[in-house]
């Protein structure tokens, strides 16, 4: 059973405000990413780290940024919410070998108003 | 540029009987595939994977086949069962373990 976090999992903001969307994992992986998921759309890619003090941006373009100063939490962060980043937020990990699956974490939905 | 297609939003199967899932790539450069089953309000559950080497992987209800000269895979459930109903996404991966996902289809198997 993967062990990775997310709160909160569910929030409704203003717009302007600044927001940050925690992640954390117990397994001691390397690599973890944020997917960016619409109802019944695909997950997108928004950003990644393959380790401490490693970002990277994703394949879908995103005004949050993230951070990694420790192995185990990789938070993203909003500095002013607008409704058009209403959506699925998905945290995941894997460990640094090349083959293995990534383990999600319950996500955080996010409505801006 | 869509890479990763599932064409069917939706499918409804009966239990007991065989759900296949498919789903169709662009990039020839993906060498692994996986399928991921997703439930309402949690993260997606890894539920089985596939080497570009191999043309089939199968573990339980659950086989998943590779047709790489065609850029297909597809996902057989037997039998399926009630509890399989979920939003199953297939993935590709890239190098650096990037994973780029289809858009999900819907499996509803009624009892």
């Known amino acids: 059973e993967a062990d990775i976090y997310q709160t909160p999992r569910y929030l409704v903001i203003g717009t302007g405000k600044k927001i940050t969307l925690e992640c954390s994992q117990t397994?001691?992986?390397?690599?973890m990413y944020w997917y960016q998921q619409d109802p019944g759309m695909e997950l997108h890619l928004i950003h990644y780290?393959?380790?401490?003090?490693?970002?990277e941006k994703g394949d879908l373009s995103s005004e949050s940024t993230v951070s990694r100063i420790r192995t185990e939490h990789f938070p993203l962060t909003l500095e002013s919410a607008r409704p058009s980043h209403t959506s699925q937020y998905l945290c995941a990990s894997s460990e640094g070998h090349s083959y293995n699956e990534q383990f999600f974490g319950p996500g955080t939905r996010l409505t801006v108003l | 540029d869509q890479q990763v297609k599932q064409n069917s939003p939706s499918l409804s199967v009966q239990e007991g009987r065989i759900s296949i899932l498919n789903c169709d790539y662009t990039n020839s450069m993906f060498d692994y595939f996986l399928w991921y089953k997703k439930y309402p309000a949690e993260g997606p559950t890894f539920l089985i994977s596939?080497?570009?080497?191999?043309d089939k992987n199968e573990d339980g209800r659950f086989t998943v086949f590779l047709n790489k000269s065609a850029k297909h895979l597809s996902l057989h459930i037997v039998p399926s069962q009630p509890g399989d109903s979920a939003v199953y996404f297939c993935?590709?991966?890239?190098?650096?373990?990037?994973?780029?996902f289809g858009g999900g289809t819907r499996l509803m198997v009624k009892p």
């Open positions: 780290s393959y380790g401490v003090n490693s970002t």
């Open positions: 993935a590709a991966r890239k190098a650096g373990n990037m994973l780029t």
């Open positions: 596939i080497s570009s080497i191999k």
């Open positions: 397994m001691g992986h390397d690599k």
